[in-house]
């Protein structure tokens, strides 16, 4: 009877490779397959919304689905093994030039709605495997459309005035990532910069789990 239960549980708690779903050794954070679809540099020196922004993948294949599940699919336990892949681009990148993380906010109704917000997952994984401090710096003060729906012209405008810099003394004088899961346009992510930049942080740098 005990050796069905721990069955039953390893089915539905075992580790799992984000990028295909299937099933992976304790502690791999992806298959063999697919890490053999891992591209052999990291996409550098990308300049997303007048920021540098790095970012392990492109945006598309098992690396657009592994985003999407872990983004739409209440997966949120695939932030380890994403978090993982972004923090080698920004050693290789930047070096030990980051003072404070932060991350791309929601708004606290979707957020609720979602049961999390992934760009902070992200981030904070990333705080832990980098040793630099993640904090909230971010909130999102103004409802907007969902950027993914909108046209890159469409999307610059959604996001004007959309955020607010908090704690500012916090950030003063450093350099900040700030991290979400995608980079395309990279109207978002220049749209946190800008405000960062406002309220007194030296240099911005970006990161995402995917670009184009």
Do not use: W
């Not at 991350?103 to 760009?119: E, L, S």
């Not at 346009?185 to 309220?199: D, I, M, Q």
């Amino acid at each position: 009877m005990i050796k069905i239960f721990e069955l039953i549980i390893s089915a539905f708690f075992c580790d799992r490779c984000p990028y295909c779903g299937r099933t992976v050794p304790s502690g791999k954070l992806y298959c063999k397959n697919c890490g053999t679809l891992f591209p052999k540099e990291y996409r550098k020196n990308r300049v997303v919304g007048g920021y540098r922004c790095v970012a392990p993948f492109r945006y598309e294949g098992v690396f657009r689905k592994a985003v999407n599940n872990f983004k739409f699919y209440s997966r949120p336990e695939y932030d380890k093994g994403l978090a993982a892949q972004i923090c080698k681009c920004v050693k290789a990148e930047y070096g030990d030039e980051i003072d404070l993380i932060t991350f791309v906010p929601m708004r606290r109704a979707k957020q609720i709605k979602r049961g999390y917000n992934q760009a902070e997952l992200l981030a904070r994984q990333m705080s832990k495997i980098l040793s630099i401090p993640c904090r909230r710096q971010l909130i999102q003060h103004k409802k907007n459309k969902t950027q993914h729906e909108l046209s890159s012209l469409e999307r610059k405008a959604n996001v004007k005035g959309v955020y607010k810099a908090v704690e500012t003394e916090r950030i003063k004088g450093k350099t900040v990532l700030v991290v979400d899961d995608i980079s395309t346009t990279g109207c978002t992510l220049g749209e946190c910069c800008k405000v960062l930049e406002k309220a007194g942080a030296k240099k911005l740098y970006c990161a995402s789990v995917c670009g184009r």
